[in-house]
């Protein structure tokens, strides 16, 4: 019986997307060799651990040493053909050890999505060696693109055809993941989302099909354009994808001045206008952060979202991921990890929210795994490696108009919590009567919180309570919309890339044909994974603008700005009187 069961499961995989064959991998056009010599260390060089990374220059797999030198740990690596590549892997050799203590082994998916043929990075997927089921989904939707960055290769333009998936592929895609039997969380991305006409309707689809939470990836200039034109235009439009079922939008900001973010800093005030007036409440200001460009500006950008938190929920900090061959010497000079955001923080907001204040995103597994102890019923992991990312909750207390910033770590036993909760689950694993031990817990959790150090109007234990008794979104929600969540996440590219974390990756794409790819195969790969995917499922730009019109691509949908223009608004004053501007 069992060994049917296999093969009725086995049947349902789709083929890997390569193949292994005595050291080579075969991957579309492309063999792609195996192994390398261990890199050796220095006397002054601790070796941390040994995983597998990637040659820049031929995707070679290869033996890499995370060794720590100087209170710093870099991963070294050596390709036969190409030499030797050496990057800065965590800036901080401390701060590495202190996530590492709360590193959990993920559960996995439930059901594999393709075959096994060929090691990680070249079986995705997902494949049976996956630990994470997915915690984040980016779903494509068009490489369509009202911007034309220098540094993008992604929109229709450059790549030369026209990528858009239509409904009943889109909802396809929502019925693989379903696949998985965990909460849908789908980030709708692109290109820029919002140039679909029929975005409504994909969104109400999503969510009638069972997506809990939506998260729309935008630049913002849609809703800034509308609003320039006609701002009842621009708050209809944004309500209705609010009442479509869009919960977060998820919006580049790179910093608070014209130099530190070019992109969209003079449409940000006019995007955040209309979301106001729309009533859409929950925007992630998301900085790429790059050594010398703007890495000065995260303080500000911390009170940009302060002053803002009538609609800002959160800001997530994304250190750059360098791409292209690039000598060491600029990979220095442009390189941050996720330390030295968490140290530039803590300098630049006066020492108020300091390193100790974050901690990685595998701690939540704690609450999750408590959880699910008491109610025997599986819950949502994240268990991300150490390595990818790190967060804090902080409290926003005003004095003088001015925002200050009370990190939870302030008046929460954290590291006591953690650690407490963590024997709770243990004891309920090994038989222990979950009603004692749930009566237990919450008495027991005043004893982590100082109210004398907290702010006066947060009842924490009542937060606390609401989590861990109702342990649903609406608890959660009501944590979110009382705190300013800082997250940091670190994606790879080929000089730091390892595998472990790629295995252990909870933010997927969701594709045409059925897989689901972590980001760092997708992204980092790209002519492996994401370019062959998007050019399988093209539309040549001849037959685009034949079925859709000339207007629909090229310079007719391309944003021009006039900066003069809306500097001279009181919305674009207002937005930026606390921040001096360069």
Known sequence: MAQTV?????????????????????????????????PTLAKDEKLVRVTHSLCPACYRLLPATIFEKEGKLFIR????????????????????????????????????????????????????????????????????????????FFYAEKAGYVYEPTLEQIKFMVDQ???????????????????????????????????????????????????????????????????????????SF???????????????????????????????????????????????????????????????????????????????KFRITIPEVIKNIEEQTDGEITKDSWYPIGTSVVFSRLVEALTGKEQFEMANHPSCGAGTYVYVEWRNHEPHFIPISKFIDLEGLLEYLKEKEEELREGANKVWVASKVLYSIRKFIDKEQGPKDFDVYKMLYNIIIHHNY?????????????????????YNYDVQRVMRCDIHYVVPDGRVIPFCTYNVLNDLYRDKVLREYQIPLDKW?????????????????????????????????????I
């Open 177 to 251: 993941l379903k696949k998985q039997d965990i909460t849908l969380v789908i980030q709708v991305t692109g290109g820029e989302p919002t140039l679909r006409e029929d975005i409504i309707e994909i969104v109400k689809m999503l969510r009638e099909n069972g997506v809990k939470h939506i998260q729309l990836n935008s630049w913002g200039g849609t809703f800034a354009k509308l609003y320039l034109e006609d701002p009842d235009k621009a708050i209809k439009y944004a309500r209705a994808l609010r009442e479509a079922g869009v919960n977060t939008v998820y919006m």
């Open 474 to 494: 609406e608890a959660l929600g009501e944590w979110h919309y009382r705190t300013l969540f800082l997250g940091t996440m670190h994606f790879m590219d080929l």
């Open 6 to 38: 296999n093969t009725e499961r086995h049947s349902r995989l789709l083929p890997a997307p390569s193949s292994f064959e005595e050291g080579v991998v075969k991957f579309g056009d492309k063999e792609i060799k195996i192994g390398g010599p261990l």
């Open 254 to 332: 790179d910093g608070t001045t014209r130099k530190t973010n070019p992109k969209n800093h003079w449409e940000i005030p006019y995007t955040l206008e209309v979301f106001r007036r729309a009533g859409m409440t929950s925007v992630v200001l998301v900085p790429t952060v790059i050594k010398t460009v703007n890495d000065n500006d995260l303080g500000n950008i911390v009170k940009f979202a302060a002053y803002n938190m009538d609609v800002v929920r959160s800001v997530n900090f994304q250190p750059v991921s360098l791409t292209g061959m690039m000598k060491r010497n600029m990979r220095a």
């Open 545 to 581: 603008t034949k079925e859709h019109g000339e207007n629909s691509l090229g310079d007719a949908i391309k944003y021009k700005r006039m900066a003069s223009t809306l500097e001279n608004s009181e919305i674009y004053k207002n937005t930026y009187k606390s921040f001096q501007q």
């Open 77 to 152: 690596k050596i390709c036969p053909e190409h030499g030797e590549f050496e990057d800065l892997y965590y800036a901080d050799s401390s701060l590495y050890y202190k996530f590492d203590y709360w590193e959990y082994e993920g559960k996995g998916p439930k059901v594999p999505y393709v075959d096994l043929k060929s090691p990680c990075p070249y079986n995705c997927g997902l494949c049976p060696m996956h630990h994470q089921h997915s915690a984040l989904v980016n779903l494509v939707i068009t490489n369509r693109c009202d911007l034309s960055c220098w540094y993008c």
